[in-house]
C-alpha cells in the first residue's frame, strides 16, 4: 500500500486503508505520533500530511478522535455514522449508512443537528417504547449552508421559519442580517453559525423571494429547498453560443437518410420538447416499427460544460406550468426536440415484430429525419378510436399509418398482458390557471389509447436498447425494480384482507400475481386507494449497472433509452450505443454504479420538489372551498382520527377524532378502522364518506375536515397530515410512465 501511496504523493503518506488496516490489527485506539511511528512516517512534511489524512478521515467517518485523543475505528467503539432524519414533532432519526435499525434521536439530540447532516453517534440505551435511541457524538458533515422560509419579525426578534419542516427550528437573524426583508417575506438565510446541543442556528439573510402567496413563489421555495440547481453557468452559456437553430450539412453526413418515412411526434397539447418519433408498416402479417429518438449525445459531449450541468441535474423537473428543463433552451425546444418539418439528428430503434407482439430482431443506427407532424394524444385517439372525420380528413396521408400503429399497438399490449406486466393506472390531475396565474380548477387526467400506442412503442426500444447492450457485455445504467420485501408483503397481504382479497403467488409473488389483483378491482370505488398501498408495497425503480431486472414490467433486461432531453440516464445509454457501434472500450461499471446513485437521487429529489409543489397548490385552491362539502374516501385511520382523500382533486386532510360525534372512539389497527363505544359507528380504510372543509392551513400544507351534517365543534384540533399525499402531475400520463418505468 505504501509503495502506490509513493507513486502518487510528492511527500507519500499511509492510505486510508492502510490505516485502517493497522488499527484493526493493533485492536486499540492510537495517538497520532504512534500511528505515524509504526507505519513508517517521517519527517515534519510528511507528519504533517499525516495529520491531515486523519482529519480527513474523521470527516467521511472512517475514525473517530476519542477524548484522549486518540484515533479509533468507529465500528470497534460502538459507533453508528449515518445521516439524520428529522421530524416536523422536534425528534429524529439516524439512519445508518451501513444499514440497519435505526436509532431514535430525542428532540434534545436534535437541538444540535438538521435534517440530512451526517453524524456519527453512540446507542445510548433503549427509550420508553423500546426503540434504540442515540446519543450524538460529533457532527460528520453539515448539509446546509442555507435555508428557504418565512421571514418574521417579534419584539426586535428575527427569524426564519424554514418551508422544510423536517428541519425542526427556527433560524435566527441577528438585527443587521435582514437583508432588507420585511416580516413575512419569503426569504433565503445564509446560515453563520450552525446550531449546537445550547444554542439555536445564526444567520444572515442574502436573498428575497417575494410576498408569502405571490404566484409562483411555491416553485420558487421548492427550487431552493430541494437544492434543484436553476442556473445555467457561464461557462455553459458560451459553449451554447456555438450552437444556430438548424442542423449543420456536415453532422448530417454518415447517417442513415430516413426523411422521407412519414415519422410523427405524438405528445400532449403542452409538450415542447420532443424526445421520440415513431412509424410503422406492415410487413405481410408482421411490422416494422421505427422508434427514432433525439439525438442529444452529438452536442452535449462528454466533460464539456454542457454535459457537467446536465449530469449535476439529472433530469428535467416539471411543475405546474413549470419546467426546470436538464438541457438549454436552444437544445431542449430547439436543435434537439423533433419539431415538424426541420431536419434533426436522431438513433433510431428499427424493429421487427411479429403477428403475436414478439420483437424478432431490431438494430439501432443513427439517422437524419424529418418529422411529418407534431401530433397530441387527444388528436390521434379521436382519429383513431373517435373515427373523427375531420381530423381523419386534415391528416388524411397519415392515417394509414396511424392505423398500421394502432394495429402494433394492440398486439403489444396484448404480449404485455400475457407477460402478467403491472400497471398501475393511477388517477392523476391537472391544474389549471387563470391569466392571474391563479388556479382556477383542478381536472382528473384521463389517459387514452393514444398515450397506451406512444407507451408500447417506448418499452419495446427501451427493452431493445437493454438487450443489445447486454449482449455486447456493456456497463450500462439499468433501470432495475425489485419485488416487495417480506415485510412489505405481509403488510400487503394484512391491508387486503381487510378488504376480502388475495395476492397470488405466496412468498414470492410475481408481476402477473400483481396484475391479476389489479383487474379483480377495477371500477370498485375504493379502486385507487387499494392500488396506491399495492405501488407502496414494491421498492422504488433506481439506476445501476447489476441487472436484477424489473418486477414491474416483467421484463429481464430494461432501460431508458427514449427520454434524453430529459433524462441524463438516457444520454449515457446513447453513449455506450454509439460505444458498441464503434466497438470502442465501454465505461467501467464502477463510473457506472457511482452515475446510476447519482441520477436515483436527483430523479427522487425532483419527485419530492414535484410533490411538494402540488401539495402547496392543493392547499391554496382548497382555501376558497372553506365551507363546502365533498364526497371522499377513507384513505388512513389513525387513534387520533381518519384521512379523507376527496374524490377527483385527490387531495386529503384529517378529520379529528373530536369531530366524529359525541362518542368515544377506539382505534383498532388490525382492520383499519375506528369503532364507536357507545354508538358502534365504525369508521374504516375504505368507507365512502362525505366532509366539509372546515380549516386551511397554507403554511403547514394541510387541511382539516369534518364530516357534513356534523355540528361544527367549538375547537378546531391541529391538523397534521399534508393535503397532499400523492402527488399529482400537470403533465401528460405519458410523462409520468415514461419517467416511472
Avoid at 418515412?261 to 402479417?285: H, M, N, Q, S, W
Avoid at 373517435?386 to 400503429?405: F, S
Avoid at 403547514?700 to 397530515?721: C, H, N, Q, V
Wanted: with cysteine; net charge neutral.
Amino acid at each position: 500500500m505504501l509503495d502506490r501511496e509513493a507513486a502518487k504523493y510528492a511527500f507519500p503518506v499511509p492510505s486510508r486503508e492502510a490505516v485502517l488496516a493497522h488499527l484493526a490489527q493493533r485492536g486499540e485506539p492510537m495517538s497520532l505520533k504512534r500511528l505515524a511511528a509504526e507505519l513508517g512516517v517521517d519527517g515534519e512534511r510528511d507528519l504533517d500530511s499525516f495529520a491531515r489524512r486523519l482529519r480527513a478521515m474523521e470527516r467521511d467517518g472512517q475514525l473517530l478522535k476519542n477524548r484522549r485523543g486518540r484515533y479509533g475505528l468507529i465500528e470497534k467503539m460502538d459507533m453508528v455514522r449515518g445521516h439524520v432524519i428529522g421530524h416536523p414533532d422536534g425528534f429524529g432519526f439516524l439512519e445508518p449508512d451501513e444499514g440497519g435499525e435505526d436509532l431514535f434521536l430525542s428532540p434534545r439530540e436534535m437541538r444540535q443537528v438538521l435534517h440530512g447532516d451526517r453524524v456519527v453517534a453512540r446507542v445510548a440505551g433503549l427509550d420508553a417504547r423500546g426503540r434504540k435511541e442515540g446519543s450524538i457524538v460529533e457532527v460528520l458533515e453539515r448539509r446546509h449552508r442555507s435555508v428557504v422560509g418565512r421571514y418574521r419579525a417579534e419584539n426586535q426578534v428575527g427569524f426564519v421559519a424554514p418551508a422544510d419542516k423536517r428541519l425542526g427550528q427556527d433560524i435566527l437573524i441577528p438585527q443587521g442580517g435582514e437583508g432588507g426583508a420585511r416580516s413575512g417575506q419569503i426569504v433565503v438565510a445564509e446560515i453563520v453559525d450552525q446550531p449546537t446541543v445550547r444554542t439555536q442556528a445564526v444567520g444572515k439573510i442574502v436573498e428575497v423571494l417575494g410576498d408569502h402567496m405571490a404566484p409562483g413563489m411555491e416553485i420558487e421555495v421548492a427550487t431552493r429547498m430541494f437544492d434543484l440547481p436553476h442556473v445555467w453557468p457561464d461557462a455553459l452559456r458560451e459553449e451554447t453560443a456555438q450552437f444556430g437553430h438548424q442542423v449543420p450539412e456536415d453532422a448530417k453526413q454518415g447517417r442513415v437518410d430516413i426523411r422521407e418515412l412519414p415519422l410523427v411526434t405524438i405528445d400532449g397539447e403542452d409538450a415542447r420538447d420532443f424526445d421520440d418519433a415513431v412509424y410503422c408498416e406492415p410487413r405481410g402479417k408482421d411490422f416494422r416499427l421505427l422508434v427514432a429518438i433525439a439525438d442529444v449525445s452529438h452536442y452535449v459531449r462528454a466533460g464539456t460544460a454542457l454535459d457537467r450541468e446536465a449530469y449535476s441535474r439529472g433530469n428535467s423537473v416539471y411543475f405546474p406550468n413549470y419546467v426546470i428543463p436538464m438541457l438549454p433552451e436552444i437544445l431542449s425546444n430547439g436543435l434537439c426536440s423533433l419539431n415538424p418539418d426541420v431536419d434533426r439528428l436522431c438513433m433510431v430503434c428499427d424493429m421487427h415484430v411479429n403477428a403475436r407482439g414478439k420483437i424478432l430482431e431490431y438494430k439501432f443506427y443513427n439517422a437524419v429525419m424529418r418529422s411529418h407532424a407534431r401530433l397530441t394524444y387527444n388528436a390521434v385517439a379521436a382519429m383513431l378510436v373517435g373515427k373523427d372525420a375531420a381530423l381523419r380528413q386534415r391528416y388524411a396521408a397519415l392515417v394509414p399509418h396511424l392505423e398500421d400503429l394502432y394495429t402494433l399497438y394492440n398486439l403489444l399490449h396484448g404480449a404485455r398482458a400475457k407477460r402478467g406486466a403491472v400497471d398501475f393506472d393511477l388517477p392523476e390531475t391537472r391544474i389549471i390557471y387563470n391569466e392571474q396565474r391563479k388556479i382556477e380548477r383542478i381536472e382528473p387526467v384521463t389517459r387514452n389509447d393514444a398515450h397506451r400506442l406512444i407507451e408500447e412503442c417506448m418499452l419495446a426500444a427501451n427493452v431493445c436498447a437493454a438487450e443489445w447492450l447486454t449482449a455486447r457485455k456493456m456497463a450500462i445504467p439499468y433501470r432495475i425494480h425489485a419485488g416487495p420485501t417480506p415485510e412489505k408483503l405481509a403488510n400487503l397481504r394484512d391491508f387486503l384482507f381487510e378488504f376480502g382479497l388475495k395476492l397470488g403467488g405466496g412468498d414470492e409473488p410475481q408481476a402477473s400475481d400483481y396484475a391479476k389483483l389489479l383487474a379483480s378491482v377495477e371500477g370498485r370505488p375504493d379502486a385507487r386507494l387499494i392500488q396506491a398501498v399495492m405501488l407502496r408495497s414494491l421498492s422504488q425503480a433506481i439506476y445501476s449497472p447489476e441487472n436484477i431486472g424489473h418486477f414491474a414490467l416483467g421484463y429481464p433486461s430494461y432501460t431508458h433509452f427514449t427520454s434524453p432531453i430529459r433524462r441524463y440516464p438516457d444520454l449515457l445509454v446513447h453513449r455506450a450505443i454509439n460505444t458498441g457501434l464503434r466497438r470502442a472500450a465501454p465505461d467501467s461499471a464502477e463510473s457506472v454504479q457511482v452515475h446510476g446513485e447519482h441520477l436515483s437521487m436527483t430523479e427522487r429529489r425532483a419527485d419530492d420538489a414535484t410533490r411538494d409543489v402540488t401539495r402547496r397548490l392543493k392547499t391554496e385552491y382548497m382555501q376558497g372551498r372553506i365551507g363546502e362539502e365533498f364526497d371522499g374516501i377513507i384513505s388512513g385511520v389513525t387513534n387520533f382520527g381518519i384521512f379523507v382523500e376527496l374524490s377527483e382533486v385527490y387531495v386529503d386532510g384529517l378529520v379529528h377524532i373530536t369531530a366524529l360525534g359525541n362518542d368515544y372512539y377506539h382505534f383498532d389497527p388490525a382492520k383499519h378502522r375506528l369503532l364507536g363505544e357507545r354508538t358502534k359507528t365504525v369508521y374504516r380504510l375504505g368507507d365512502k364518506v362525505r366532509i366539509r372543509v372546515v380549516r386551511v392551513d397554507l403554511d403547514e400544507a394541510k387541511l382539516d375536515f369534518e364530516l357534513a351534517g356534523s355540528p361544527a365543534p367549538a375547537a378546531r384540533a391541529k391538523s397534521s397530515r399534508p393535503a397532499e399525499r400523492g402527488g399529482g402531475l400537470h403533465r401528460t400520463g405519458r410523462r409520468r410512465a415514461k419517467k416511472k418505468k
